[in-house]
């Protein structure tokens, strides 16, 4: 047990909260980290309603502990997660992008315990207003979809304990027991992990993607796309010719088009390691195995404390 | 008194370094850091030769603690600055850019301690082969001239803690207590701390851009011209001229053109806000006031060990 605010907010032994990451949140991974003594998301950003209301029920057989999900807000597909969540009484709401006033209370008013993602510590200070029950707070480091201000969660999270009195859970670049370690000694009350977890057995991404990003260097992955969509994606052929078109000065409408249509599928999910878009955090160039999620919980809990023993104190 | 390698090393009180920021760093800065228990850097990056000798002597008159220097090696002076050092047989030499195996045995031949700025884990590791006593490694939200790579400071210690075993200084985005002691959880023995003391009443830096950098917002730095020289850089009229070239495709030598020469201390030590380069860390959001040296060292020492304390520990 490593309890904080968030373990008591949410009933889970250790305040580590598994992403809702596209292409690889499913039932499984999800129940498995819940199971650990952790959160699991289900994601919906890459699920159909129907796909998202079995994954969910089938999540809740898998374990007897409870398992939320992450609803992208300004999705196609959005509205109807929004309602499958609802009618199926998800006991904990992640939602991210858009406006945190949309769904708090309505989720709230459902008994689910409401979290929002945010990027500055400004759009921390917004969620808290708009009533949530925690806020994720995304740094630079962050695999996926990334703020426009580029704040790194060294300083996002300080600044943000700072403004808000709800509990934060910090995210980007966490992935060790001393990353989360840190997040802690920052302000926040928990972590979400995402590349961790979607190189573990349980991740439904591909093989070949997993062991791609398990090999990756440290400087594999970069932000791209800054011009309408920034994503922290890694380096591939598909990654080279956007980085290309950049460099000469490609419109943002050019770039969406040679972006098309159902790439991130394609890369974590088929597996195309050349045409796909690649979706990983920063901290991918620092691991090397593909473990379960039992075993990466209790790794980063044993380190944790290892590293907390030995911090120095201040002495005379 | 907080005790870790590096104040073994350096016979100081606490692992709180100054960098050796451009235009900020004269004796007056440097040496009051070192009163205060940390390691002031007199910094050689915006001085002439014959300034950086009168500044490292006049540095020694003003207190009785060791004050180092950092002299960038990629320079036009460099080559000077590094002779001054020398035959002012400075006791703490931080070098950065170009390569550590340059001058890294001959300053330790001469009686210092030497230390090298990396920015990758990568380049940690060739530090530690080339026989320095610690590296400084460089995250992404730091000020001024930044890593390629853009790894941030969570992610970058962590993963060089695992590399490398001389001491570390985390550095990008510390400016709290708090920060120092993520910093410690991360793996790293010390920080060098760059914007809080560029905003200091004994800061070199001009009034005018001390006064921009506290009412700064957490979004106000970007890097830009990384086409080139990547540089972390506060919003004004003369970065938005650099974006709006590089979004339209401008080369790496169409934007030193526009650069041209001198920017830098137009910015921040004559405080032309409007067209000068303003240097700073991302953390330049977070911060509110111009304190003293020795106010901010207390400060941050005091809230390191209210925030170790408070740390949760895991329990069954």
């Given at each position: ?38 959160l699991?998301l ?8 129907d ?25 196609k ?96 670049g ?18 979400q ?42 380096d591939?052929?598909?990654?080279e ?61 044993a ?14």
């Open positions: 047990m490593l309890k904080t605010r968030i373990t008591d907010l949410l009933g889970i032994r250790y305040p580590i909260i598994k992403g809702g990451m596209a292409w690889c949140s499913g039932a499984k991974l999800a129940s498995a980290v819940s199971a650990a003594g952790g699991g289900v994601g919906g950003g890459s699920m159909d309603p796909l998202f209301r079995s994954q969910i029920r089938k999540a809740a057989t898998l374990t007897d502990k409870p398992v939320g999900v992450n609803i992208p807000l300004t999705f597909q959005s509205p109807d997660l929004v309602t499958v969540a609802k009618e199926e009484k998800v006991p904990v709401v992640f939602t991210s992008a858009g406006s945190p006033k949309r769904h708090t209370a309505m989720f709230k008013d459902n008994g689910a315990k409401v979290f929002h993602v945010a990027s500055t510590p400004e759009q921390a200070v917004k969620c808290e207003k708009a009533g949530v029950d925690g806020v994720v707070i995304e740094g630079y480091e962050a695999g996926g979809h990334n703020g426009r201000e580029e704040l790194t969660t060294m300083v996002l999270t300080a600044h943000a304990a700072k403004l808000v009195s709800v509990p934060l859970l910090a995210a980007g966490i992935a060790t027991g001393r990353q989360l370690l840190a997040a802690l000694a920052l302000g926040a009350e928990g972590v992990i995402g590349s961790r977890f979607a190189m573990t057995k349980e991740s439904a991404a591909h093989q070949k993607f997993k062991e791609f990003c398990v090999a990756a260097q440290s400087d594999a992955t970069l932000v791209v796309l800054k011009k309408k969509i920034p994503v922290r994606m890694m591939n052929p598909f990654r010719r956007i980085i290309e078109a950049e460099a000469r000065g490609a419109s943002g409408d050019e770039l969406l088009e040679i972006l098309g249509e159902g790439r991130p599928r394609q890369g974590m999910f088929e597996g195309d390691l050349t045409e796909g878009v690649l979706e990983i955090g920063q901290v991918a160039g620092m691991l090397d195995d593909l473990p379960t999620c039992a075993e990466v919980i209790k790794k980063i809990v380190e944790y404390e290892r590293a907390r023993r030995v911090l120095p104190p201040v002495s005379e």
